[in-house]
T-cell receptor, first 114, second 114 residues
Framework: KNQVEQSPQSLIILEGKNCTLQ??????????LRWYKQDTGRGPVSLTI?????NTKSNGRYTATLDADTKQSSLHITASQLSDSASYIC?????????????FGKGTKLSVKP | DAGVTQSPTHLIKTRGQQVTLRCSPK?????VSWYQQALGQGPQFIFQ???????QRGNFPDRFSGHQFPNYSSELNVNALLLGDSALYLC?????????????FGPGTRLLVL
């Protein structure tokens, strides 16, 4: 079954600390994996998109890693800020392409406290 | 350059009624996808439109239908509303098939069915 699973479900950290979010997927065929940030009640915003040949990709304080062999990805947030409080969703397209059905994880809800 | 826009932002309906949600894609994008996001869950794919035709469909009943216009804007129609249809409805647009192209999401329409 094509699934995307994320952990932890929720996370609370202090401002300035680092954190790592995990994503495991079983979607096949695989071509790329995306991380989105979603503020409460808003649409998701793309952070990174990684193809199967990429191991790591950074976007500012966000660094995503991908291990296509173990079908795992992580999102590392460095020097967290209060504005990082949001849900972080791991997404893998079904049918192996950029278009089509996106399989979403349930997200990790991150709360950054002062 | 306007991003993806959706209207209305909020909507309240009663069971059995019909609703139409609207989406304008990002400039240069010709593919529109619709997702339903229940509270605390990841978005679920409803269907995708390209060249004014439904190209892919998720596991949603026929009560959910759509349309795409020549200017690439799209509508989502839901008939015979159920309480369980209460959710955030997200529209996402993307350019024609290209490896690694990401989807851009609108802010969503929050539907409440009473």
């Amino acid at each position: 079954k094509n699934q995307v699973e994320q952990s932890p479900q929720s996370l609370i950290i202090l401002e300035g600390k680092n954190c790592t979010l995990q994503c495991n997927y079983t979607v096949s065929p695989f071509s790329n994996l995306r991380w989105y940030k979603q503020d409460t009640g808003r649409g998701p915003v793309s952070l990174t998109i990684m193809t199967f040949s990429e191991n790591t990709k950074s976007n500012g304080r966000y660094t995503a890693t991908l291990d296509a062999d173990t079908k795992q990805s992580s999102l590392h947030i460095t020097a967290s800020q209060l504005s990082d409080s949001a849900s972080y969703i791991c997404v893998v397209p079904l049918y192996g392409g950029s278009q089509g059905n996106l399989i979403f994880g349930k997200g990790t809800k991150l709360s950054v406290k002062p | 350059d306007a991003g993806v826009t959706q209207s209305p932002t909020h909507l309240i309906k009663t069971r059995g009624q019909q609703v139409t949600l609207r989406c304008s894609p990002k400039s240069g994008h010709d593919t529109v996808s619709w997702y339903q996001q229940a509270l605390g869950q990841g978005p679920q794919f409803i269907f995708q439109y390209y060249e004014e035709e439904e190209r892919q469909r998720g596991n949603f009943p026929d009560r959910f239908s759509g349309h795409q216009f020549p200017n690439y804007s799209s509508e989502l129609n839901v008939n015979a509303l159920l309480l369980g249809d209460s959710a955030l409805y997200l529209c996402a647009s993307s350019p024609t098939e290209g490896q690694g192209e990401t989807q851009y999401f609108g802010p969503g329409t929050r539907l409440l069915v009473l």
